[in-house]
């Protein structure tokens, strides 16, 4: 039995994989994707990207573990190149990825291959851990995230660009999202975790927001 329940979000907000959980206001929409397998076309409507995704191939199983998912990938490799290359269909404005220092250098690489302009900043994780935030775009932002701590950074970025739509291919229990809502921004993503993507409906609801099953 799998112990990372999340607390009782699911319970009372129970989204499954085959449904599109969605924001009337806004349109904004979520739902359960392995981005590996899949990815719903509303992404496509973002034109500003922010994600904190898996930051090695350990890091990665263990969220397939956390999810019970029954199966594990075999190279980290295989987890960014799908990760990259939707993103690179979504071709957004601006993009934003957070990752540790191991791999900063391929994911550097992988958004010059997206975007002429590439920045990092070393920010901090949970306020403890170092991290880099990279920034891919057409120009140079002048903001300097140096410091901030990752709580924070979805929401700065957010104010920081001129957007319309953010997408998150992690969504996780919901930084990306919360920030968009607080900004009056329309939210796209997806997320292994219907449990984690549970707590990210509770923590938007909690705000005002509320997301509804458009798929039964
Ligand atoms: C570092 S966490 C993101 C944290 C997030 N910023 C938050 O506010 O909770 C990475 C997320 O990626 C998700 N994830 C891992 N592999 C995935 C995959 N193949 N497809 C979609 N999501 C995945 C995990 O379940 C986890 O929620």
New binding site residues.
């Given amino acids: 039995m799998n112990k990372w329940k999340y607390g009782d979000s699911w319970e009372k907000y129970p989204i499954e994989s085959n449904q599109i959980w969605e924001l009337k206001e806004d349109r904004s929409m979520i739902s359960v994707?392995?981005?590996?397998n899949s990815f719903p076309e509303y992404m496509l409507d973002a034109d500003l990207v922010y994600s904190?995704?898996?930051?090695n191939l350990g890091?990665?199983n263990t969220?397939?573990t956390?999810?019970d998912s029954g199966y594990y990938i075999n190279s980290f490799s295989e987890?960014y190149n799908?990760f990259f290359n939707l993103i690179q269909k979504i071709n957004p404005l601006v993009c934003y990825v957070?990752i540790g220092k191991q791999n900063l250098k391929i994911f550097q690489d992988k958004i010059s291959e997206l975007f002429p302009v590439v920045q990092s900043w070393e920010i901090t994780y949970y306020r403890k851990s170092p991290c880099y935030l990279i920034r891919g775009g057409q120009l140079e932002s002048s903001f300097d995230f140096t410091g901030k701590d990752?709580e924070q950074t979805?929401l700065l970025a957010i104010q920081n660009e001129s957007c319309n739509c953010i997408a998150?291919?992690?969504?996780?229990?919901?930084?990306?999202a919360v920030a968009a809502y607080q900004m009056g921004k329309r939210f796209v993503g997806?997320?292994?975790?219907k449990r984690?993507l549970a707590v990210?409906i509770e923590r938007v609801s909690k705000i005002g927001g509320i997301y509804e099953n458009t798929v039964s």
């Fill in positions: 994707h392995d981005i590996l904190d995704p898996p930051w890091n990665a969220f397939h956390k999810n987890f799908s957070e990752d979805p998150d291919l992690c969504t996780g229990r919901g930084l990306t997806t997320e292994l975790n984690r990210t």
